[in-house]
């Protein structure tokens, strides 16, 4: 191996999940090529050096049983250039069930969604050929989504992570129906459900805040640095404060949805079609539009009075403005 030059100590480490999904996306795009450069690795996958060190170690002792020398991944740097060599069981076909393979069709377009992996190369390859074995051709059966954000923005927050580099992004707030910048300390990229969020240090509350990265509109990287926490970051979407009012949904059978949709902190079921839900609320207008989409299928029945009446307050907003909008049309 190459020595390790620019190694910074206290980059932060990607969470499992995401580390996992770089991972399979990198292992067939370097199998693939005859020992691209560093810097091309780097770029591809928004890697720092020391983080491709560790991938490469990584996968070094990965294999298959029984785990033999011969069994693992071979991956070394030479002359600037990173070369991968599977295992030999990789050449032996697989036998699998239907349900297996198209689990791994699945899995497998997910993984190649990932930034950084070659929609052209041996996975995407070989995952058309098992799915149309399946009779499952064309993006239009499977569609594996891990969110609409831009390329471009994703890229340079991955970038700030793992350089530790402060960023101001521009940041619409669904919740409260703003748009501000905001200075913010990235900690960590995740993807959950479908959707990326942006991890950290916001400067504005001096508290840990999740960004959805599909609502920042615009990203600049600061030359300040920070320091990760002595306790590595939560990889969680959500995480509601002590503090935070709490209101309890009585939901009817079309109503459901929301317990599978947010993070409920209670549930239980009422009667026979009707089911009861605590939940968080980190701002009124988020609850007040929650409210007008169930329109009669759930209703506030408990909590701090200025929120038990949020439907209907948002409500009476909504056909006062009608009212407006009908009287001006009239004049």
Same mark, same amino acid.
């Given at each position: 191996?190459?020595?390790?030059?620019?190694?910074?100590?206290?980059?932060?480490?990607?969470?499992?999940?995401?580390?996992?999904?770089?991972?399979?996306?990198?292992?067939?795009?370097?199998?693939?090529?005859?020992?691209?450069?560093?810097?091309?690795?780097?770029?591809?996958?928004?890697?720092?050096?020391?983080?491709?060190?560790?991938?490469?170690?990584?996968?070094?002792?990965?294999?298959?049983?029984?785990?033999?020398?011969?069994?693992?991944?071979?991956?070394?740097?030479?002359?600037?250039?990173?070369?991968?060599?599977?295992?030999?069981?990789?050449?032996?076909?697989?036998?699998?069930?239907?349900?297996?393979?198209?689990?791994?069709?699945?899995?497998?377009?997910?993984?190649?969604?990932?930034?950084?992996?070659?929609?052209?190369?041996?996975?995407?390859?070989?995952?058309?050929?098992?799915?149309?074995?399946?009779?499952?051709?064309?993006?239009?059966?499977?569609?594996?989504? +891990?969110?609409?954000? @831009?390329? *471009?923005? $994703?890229?340079? !927050?991955?970038?700030?992570? %793992?350089?530790?580099? &402060? #960023? /101001?992004?521009?940041?619409?707030?669904?919740?409260?129906?703003?748009?501000?910048?905001?200075?913010?300390?990235?900690?960590?990229?995740?993807?959950?459900?479908?959707?990326?969020?942006?991890?950290?240090?916001?400067?504005?509350?001096?508290?840990?805040?999740?960004?959805?990265?599909?609502?920042?509109?615009?990203?600049?990287?600061?030359?300040?640095?920070?320091?990760?926490?002595?306790?590595?970051?939560?990889?969680?979407?959500?995480?509601?404060?002590?503090?935070?009012?709490?209101?309890?949904?009585?939901?009817?059978?079309?109503?459901?949805?929301?317990?599978?949709?947010?993070?409920?902190?209670?549930?239980?079921?009422?009667?026979?079609?009707?089911?009861?839900?605590? +939940?968080?609320?980190? @701002?009124? *207008?988020? $609850?007040?539009? !929650?409210?007008?989409?169930? %329109?009669?299928?759930? &209703? #506030? /029945?408990?909590?701090?009075?200025?929120?038990?009446?949020?439907?209907?307050?948002?409500?009476?907003?909504?056909?006062?403005?009608?009212?407006?909008?009908?009287?001006?049309?009239?004049?």
């Amino acid at each position: 191996r190459s020595p390790r030059e620019g190694v910074n100590a206290a980059t932060p480490r990607a969470t499992a999940t995401d580390r996992l999904r770089r991972l399979l996306a990198m292992i067939p795009w370097l199998a693939g090529r005859d020992g691209p450069t560093v810097e091309e690795v780097l770029a591809r996958f928004g890697l720092t050096r020391r983080q491709l060190d560790e991938d490469l170690d990584l996968l070094m002792v990965v294999g298959v049983p029984p785990y033999t020398p011969d069994e693992l991944f071979e991956m070394t740097i030479e002359d600037g250039r990173v070369f991968a060599r599977l295992t030999p069981s990789f050449d032996r076909p697989l036998r699998l069930s239907p349900d297996e393979a198209l689990a791994v069709v699945v899995a497998g377009r997910a993984v190649a969604d990932v930034p950084g992996a070659d929609p052209t190369g041996p996975l995407a390859r070989a995952l058309t050929k098992v799915a149309g074995v399946l009779g499952v051709e064309g993006d239009d059966v499977l569609d594996i989504d +891990l969110g609409p954000v @831009a390329e *471009p923005t $994703l890229a340079a !927050l991955r970038h700030a992570v %793992g350089d530790r580099r &402060r #960023v /101001v992004i521009d940041y619409y707030a669904l919740g409260r129906d703003e748009r501000a910048e905001r200075t913010v300390d990235p900690w960590l990229v995740i993807n959950d459900a479908g959707a990326w969020y942006l991890v950290g240090h916001d400067h504005r509350s001096g508290e840990r805040r999740t960004f959805r990265i599909d609502r920042v509109v615009s990203v600049r990287l600061l030359d300040e640095r920070f320091d990760v926490p002595a306790d590595p970051p939560v990889a969680e979407v959500f995480s509601a404060t002590a503090d935070a009012p709490r209101v309890t949904l009585e939901l009817g059978d079309a109503g459901r949805w929301v317990a599978d949709a947010y993070p409920v902190e209670a549930a239980e079921v009422a009667d026979g079609a009707t089911i009861r839900v605590v +939940l968080a609320v980190t @701002a009124t *207008p988020w $609850l007040e539009r !929650l409210l007008l989409r169930l %329109g009669p299928h759930g &209703r #506030v /029945v408990g909590g701090p009075p200025g929120l038990v009446g949020a439907g209907a307050a948002a409500a009476a907003r909504v056909l006062a403005r009608y009212g407006e909008a009908g009287a001006d049309g009239r004049q």
